[in-house]
């Protein structure tokens, strides 16, 4: 019994993060959708400067008609779109800090990122 204890706190772990990226997923689309109707950055985004590593720790996300959805497994952080064309929304679990080399490679999410 203590070796499927674990392997269910895995399959949990991977449930929570699917639900955020698929929350984040919608956020995106609805805020990527009302910068391509409106051509401009929306002031109930809550966008931040990527390089400053305090500025990630957003659990909760507001949509733009203010509902309230808060992460089950992880934190994000918006910024501007480096090349002007919307948004980007970067998502780590909350396992990466601690487990970053096993969950650096399954848990991140990055969408809207531009080269």
């Known amino acids: 019994m203590g070796v499927t204890v674990p392997m269910f706190g895995s399959y949990f772990h ?9 929350n984040l997923r919608s956020y995106f689309t609805e805020i990527q959708a009302d910068f391509i109707s409106t051509g401009e ?4 985004v809550p966008t931040t400067d990527l390089n400053y590593p305090d500025n990630w720790h957003q659990t909760e996300i507001v949509t733009l008609d203010g509902q309230r959805v808060k992460m089950k497994d992880g934190y994000f ?3 501007k779109d480096a090349t002007g064309n919307g948004y980007q929304i970067s998502y ?3 396992k990466c800090l601690t487990e970053w080399d096993k969950h650096s490679k399954t848990c991140i999410l990055v969408i809207g990122a531009t080269n």
């Open 14 to 22: 991977k449930a929570r993060v699917a639900k955020d990226w698929a």
């Open 41 to 44: 950055y929306n002031p109930n």
């Open 77 to 79: 952080a918006i910024a």
């Open 92 to 94: 780590y679990c909350n």
